[in-house]
């Protein structure tokens, strides 16, 4: 595997809509970290973000399905939400279906190899 690819996939973190701002902190800590002696701690400190933020379907399917879900998102969103992560499962997807927990599960599915 590539480097640019993992450079890639933490872009795509940092930049979706749906990426917290303490996690898009952390993505651009390891970009800047990049080639000096600070990366090897700056990937550490982003796996263990990842690992910490990347939701599987099994927690956001509920909340979608839930009223609080329902109030925050708003009932027709929630629902379609929920049917695509529940489509999302079928077909074997383990991450959250938003952009920021996709490429993180794939830097997650990846995580020995950076």
Do not use: Q, R
């Not at 879900?69 to 939400?81: F, P, Q, R, V, Y």
């Amino acid at each position: 595997m590539a480097k640019e690819e993992i450079i890639e996939k933490v872009k795509e973190v940092m930049n979706a809509p749906s990426c917290y701002e303490g996690l898009k902190k952390v993505c651009e800590v390891y970009l800047k970290a990049l080639g000096t002696e600070e990366e090897k701690g700056a990937a550490a400190a982003l796996k263990e973000e990842l690992k910490a933020d990347v939701n599987s379907l099994d927690n956001v399917i509920p909340f979608f399905e839930s009223e609080e879900g329902a109030k925050l998102l708003g009932a027709d969103t929630a629902k379609s939400l929920a049917a695509a992560a529940h489509a999302a499962k079928e077909k074997g997807v383990k991450y959250c279906i938003c952009p920021a927990c996709t490429a993180g599960g794939w830097l997650l599915d990846h995580e020995a190899e950076w």
